[in-house]
């Protein structure tokens, strides 16, 4: 199902952030297994590693609705 994920959202909310320390943004990866979050800090990556989760449940919750309603279509 990851295939049917929105990783453009999900990585447009996670490079939108910016680092309070070091005024840097993160970069946000999608591979095989899933992502890879690339930030100046392991605090900062923490913080961006809860923000994907959320996001990934919102996405997840999101596709499953959308295919939900597809298949009970008439």
Known sequence: MSDFL????IKR???SEVCAGHNVSPEFIKTAKGF?????CEEF??????KAKK???EQTKITVEKML?????R
């Open 6 to 9: 929105d990783y453009s959202a």
């Open 13 to 15: 909310k996670i490079e």
């Open 36 to 40: 890879q979050i690339n930030s100046c």
């Open 45 to 50: 990556k923490d913080k961006l590693v809860e």
């Open 55 to 57: 996001n990934i449940a």
């Open 69 to 73: 309603k597809k298949a009970f279509k």
